[in-house]
């Protein structure tokens, strides 16, 4: 991960620099020829001596304006049955609402749409991913049916083994859910692309999702690796929201 994170270095400060246009921020060196951020002894004592840009920021209305027109008419998909037979018919109808769920219950259309048609826009690239959820969906029937009887659910490790803590077995305190289809927005940021595919995330073979999180929660999502997770300490993290 320390590789990928230095080499999509050039990547995200790109991604940066888009940012500060978009929010308004103009440093000395993008009114400069070279537009690399360089700035010499000689060019700092020239800045008294130049006209003083006055810049008015007309990139963050025109950028509303193009998403609103975006998003004005919500995405759908119709799925053709393969015959005129009644049963096919039902099937794709039914296929269609089960879809319009999947979407509504992510927050497809209002909330990871606009967003992905915002920050694609100003960043130059954003990321959906389609993903297990296994908190979502009706509660599990091993669950539901260890619930009626009064019994605790034993909570186990990937290889099936009850997880202990400080020599006490740990029990699922939590309802257990069967699962379902879930859909989650992330920025450039946290995706880091390998450098063969040229960082072009269609021609990369496997990329890195990064999230920053407490120990605590980091022990909750992961108890078996409990004495292999450290703090991990002078970490940055660039909050593009608040610049």
């Known amino acids: 991960v320390d590789y990928l994170l230095e080499e999509n270095s050039a990547r995200f400060e790109l991604i940066r620099r888009h940012l500060a246009l978009y929010k308004g921020i103009q440093y000395w060196s993008q009114g400069r ?35 609103s027109r ?20 039902m099937a794709a ?13 992510n927050n497809f259309t209002d909330t990871i749409v606009p967003e992905m048609a915002k920050w694609s826009r100003v960043m130059g690239e954003a ?16 669950w539901v049916k260890a619930q009626s009887g009064g019994k605790r659910v034993p909570l186990l490790d990937h290889n099936g083994k009850q997880v202990e803590e400080d020599g006490k ?20 940021f946290n995706v880091l692309l390998e450098r063969n595919g040229k960082f072009v995330f269609e021609n990369v073979d496997y990329c890195f ?35």
Request: charged share 35%; no cysteine.
């Open 93 to 105: 109808k039914s296929s269609e609402r089960i879809l319009d769920n999947i979407w509504y219950t």
């Open 70 to 89: 975006l998003v004005e008419y919500k995405p759908s998909v119709g799925l053709i049955p393969p015959s005129d037979d009644w049963g096919d018919k």
């Open 169 to 188: 077995k740990r029990f699922i305190d939590e309802a257990v859910h069967i699962g379902d289809v879930g859909i989650e927005y992330d920025d450039p």
């Open 33 to 67: 020829a070279d537009g690399k951020g360089k700035e010499d002894s000689d060019a700092l004592t020239k800045k008294s001596r130049g006209y003083q840009k006055f810049t008015i920021n007309h990139l963050f209305d025109l950028t509303a304006q193009r998403i």
């Open 209 to 243: 999702r990064r999230k920053v999180m407490t120990l605590d929660a980091a022990h909750q999502l992961y108890p078996e690796a409990k004495g292999k997770l450290n703090v991990t300490k002078n970490i940055q993290v660039y909050d593009f929201e608040r610049m």
């Open 127 to 142: 990321y959906s991913f389609v993903l297990w959820d296994p908190d979502k969906g009706p509660e599990h029937p091993d």
